[in-house]
């Protein structure tokens, strides 16, 4: 849950989770404009206090520069930290990061910035972490600092095997970098086609940047298709939200086909809905997720994709697919396990597709499976 800031003269506006420690409790930020001199903000920043900027958006940018630049004045009265010397580091740049998400902005519930002129960030308060009805309508109050990390991490474009057009994706949702996946993925949709029904309702689970959910809608474009998608970080349904109305105005998907959930764990976005064709391209690696920027990619002890396999039958139709991709990358052992949860969940394989891929130095096969259940 994030905070409520009352501003003055204005009402009160939502400041995300991820950012809370930027206003203290019960505190109303000091209006300071975008433009003028930096020496009243920054002694105002040097005693903890959060600052709401106005001006142009470009200006603000600016100002973040300055402020950043001096650091050691932003930092000069803090004292030495009562730390051991090696997390030293993390403590002053953890301070700093702080100080300078003090810099605020508000912005509207949809994610139009108040700046003149105004600069929309459509999903803004999904793509800081949030649900996206957590600020239960009222407008947002954000740092510029995340603002522009965010659109600094959606200025690369990356080509997607099978899509026309490239997807964004910041860093905190798998960027679609690895293409053996979405070529295993044409290959798969393509040997399926024929089996599929005239109206096909598919789920993409774990949907990131929605690679997967926007393949299949290219894929079978010339069918009658729903595709949802879905996963539990509010980062990732903003970029397959914001990749989905990219491909719709080029005209590369029909606008509906995809549709993105409210998000959560695995199938409670979907309730007992039944599906044609589910996908998933779980997370491999077999350590904990300690961060958010590690839920796509570690399943501690394989516990999210046993637990898919489990749920999986209750949710496909009678002659319905699962097309479940997974590594060898934490040994053999881990993938053996994964056929015989597949197999107790009364899932059976018909094909796989695999190939050899390397990552980071280091050879390992991926393989796409294709189940379906008894
Ligand atoms: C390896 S990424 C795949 C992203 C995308 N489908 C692709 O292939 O490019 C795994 C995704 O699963 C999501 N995920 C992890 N645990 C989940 C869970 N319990 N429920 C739903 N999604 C989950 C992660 O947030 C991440 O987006």
């Excluded at 600052?51 to 030495?80: C, F, N, P």
């Excluded at 580091?89 to 003090?102: I, V």
């Excluded at 491999?284 to 994709?305: F, I, K, S």
Aim: some cysteine; glycine content about 6%; overall charge negative.
């Amino acid at each position: 849950m994030g905070k409520i800031v009352e501003i003055a003269g204005r009402g009160q506006f939502y400041l995300p989770t991820a950012w809370q420690d930027a206003v203290d409790e019960g505190e109303a930020p000091k209006m300071f404009v975008a433009g003028g001199s930096p020496n009243a903000l920054l002694k105002h920043l040097r005693l903890e206090h959060a600052a709401l900027i106005t001006g142009s958006w470009q200006d603000m940018r600016r100002l973040l520069t300055t402020v950043e630049a001096r650091k050691k004045e932003l930092l000069g009265y803090v004292g030495q930290p009562r730390v051991a010397r090696e997390r030293a580091r993390d403590y002053w740049a953890e301070t700093y990061r702080q100080a300078l998400a003090r810099l605020l902005v508000t912005a509207t519930p949809s994610g139009t910035l108040d700046t003149a002129p105004p600069v929309e960030v459509p999903y803004l308060l999904e793509f800081l972490g949030d649900q996206r009805h957590a600020n239960q309508g009222l407008p947002l109050i954000v740092p510029i600092l995340a603002v522009r990390h965010l659109q600094e991490m959606l200025g690369p474009k990356y080509p997607v095997f099978g899509l026309d057009h490239p997807l964004v994706a910041p860093d905190a949702v798998l960027q679609p970098r690895q293409q053996d996946v979405y070529e295993l993925m044409q290959e798969a949709l393509l040997a399926l086609a024929p089996a599929m029904p005239a109206q096909i309702e598919a789920l993409d689970m774990g949907c990131g940047s929605g690679a997967l959910a926007l393949l299949i809608a290219a894929t079978w474009r010339e069918k009658e298709l729903a595709v949802w998608a879905t996963d539990i970080l509010p980062e990732a349904l903003a970029t397959t939200r914001l990749n989905v109305d990219r491909l719709v105005a080029r005209g590369e998907i029909t606008a509906g086909v995809v549709r993105v959930t409210d998000g959560g764990d695995l199938y409670a976005p979907v309730g007992d809905q039944r599906f044609d064709l589910v996908t998933f391209n779980p997370p491999w690696t077999n350590a904990p997720a300690r961060t958010r920027l590690e839920v796509a990619r570690y399943d501690w002890q394989q516990r999210t994709v046993l637990r898919f396999l489990a749920e999986t039958p209750a949710h496909l139709k009678p002659d319905g697919h699962l097309l479940l991709f997974y590594s060898d990358n934490a040994g053999e052992r881990v993938v053996a396990s994964l056929h015989t949860h597949a197999s107790d969940a009364g899932l059976h394989l018909q094909h796989s597709w695999s190939r050899r891929i390397r990552v980071a130095r280091k050879w390992e096969y991926i393989y796409l499976y294709d189940f379906i259940a008894s």
